[in-house]
């Protein structure tokens, strides 16, 4: 199971590290576990274990966790849901 937080924005960023880059300056220790044009997985060095996907979809993006995830995925999943224009 996971959690789904749909976005809808015209506003695309051209380069998805920027949400990495935007999270790493509000203080979090960014690891990127996958990425492609679409597509951005990333975690909390040393305390993620499932950590949270940003995805562009037609009319915007999707941010996603999977429920069991610890606490420090939550709130990267928080924060990311914020950093995302």
Known sequence: MSINVNIRTP???P???NFAKALANIGHHIIV???DEETLFLGEHLEST???S???EE???E???TTLATKADYVLF???IKVVP
């Open 11 to 13: 506003k695309r960023e």
């Open 50 to 52: 499932r950590g949270v």
């Open 33 to 35: 576990i996958y990425q």
């Open 15 to 17: 380069d998805n590290m």
């Open 63 to 65: 941010v996603r966790i």
């Open 59 to 61: 009319d915007g993006y």
């Open 78 to 80: 928080r924060d990311s």
């Open 54 to 56: 940003i995805s562009t």
